[in-house]
């Protein structure tokens, strides 16, 4: 084994045992809850290390750097999540190689995806990305829509043809009401989960939680975690 697959193997089996630990103090079932590995600014030779570890979900918040490193990987059975802000003019791109998009925030960016997935001939996952610090009608600082927003957005997806409306994904917010209440930020996420299932059922994914609080997202009842740096390491600065 090299020594940087040992050094994923040890920081992956580490963050098992959170995960695992985080489930058993909720009640809940450690298979109810993916792991999805963010591997933004490292290389695909990463990706497929991660791959013999027995990683299935990874993630990036960029096309330029996805794109490429999808490609090199396209002979892996990985499911590939975008999770970065995303413009309209980049959703022929994601639509090419991701699964799963977990950041749709605004009615443009369903209108795009939607007709790239149809030129490509896939199906994309869609989350609709909540900004717990968005004033209302307006989006937050790291992406994503007002709560009051949730509903139009939602529906649109649902109604799109290429699109599945699969859930709601959040990043702990840095300010407003929420910021550093990373727990309760999660819990309305998941009140706001509970009212999109009541209107759209199949729409029970719930992506929240990073590094530093994943163990929140779990206790609060999330389906899928986004970890990074506690898999990969601390990233290199670029440039």
């Known amino acids: 084994m090299t020594d940087r697959k040992a050094e994923l193997a040890e920081n992956l089996a580490r963050v098992e045992e959170r995960i695992a630990a985080a489930c058993a103090a909720a009640g809940r079932r450690r298979e109810d809850v993916t792991l999805i590995v963010v591997t933004k600014t490292y290389p695909a030779d990463d990706v497929r290390l991660l791959h013999e570890l027995g990683v299935r979900h990874v993630a990036e918040n960029k096309d330029q750097d996805a794109r490429p ?9 990985l499911t590939w999540h975008f999770v970065g802000q995303l413009q309209t003019n980049k959703a ?12 749709v925030d605004r009615l443009r960016l369903v209108s795009a995806l939607s007709a790239a997935a149809v030129r490509n001939g896939r199906e994309l996952d869609c989350l609709v990305q909540v900004a717990l610090d968005a004033e209302s009608g307006e989006r937050g600082d790291r992406g994503g829509l007002a709560p009051e927003g949730l509903g139009e957005v939602a529906d649109a997806v649902e109604a799109a043809e290429g699109l599945r409306l699969r859930g709601l994904m959040t990043v702990a917010p840095l300010a407003g009401p929420y910021a550093g209440r ?53 990233r290199p600065r670029l440039g």
């Open 69 to 77: 490193k999808a490609a090199a990987c396209a002979d892996l059975d």
């Open 92 to 103: 022929k791109s994601v639509a090419g190689y991701a699964q799963v998009v977990q950041s």
């Open 182 to 234: 990373q727990r309760a930020a999660f819990d309305r996420l998941m009140e706001l989960s509970s009212r999109l299932r009541a209107a759209h059922p199949a729409a029970n994914m719930v992506s929240a939680g990073m590094s530093a609080d994943l163990e929140d997202a779990v206790a609060a009842g999330a389906t899928h975690v986004r970890i990074g740096t506690a898999v990969l390491g601390v």
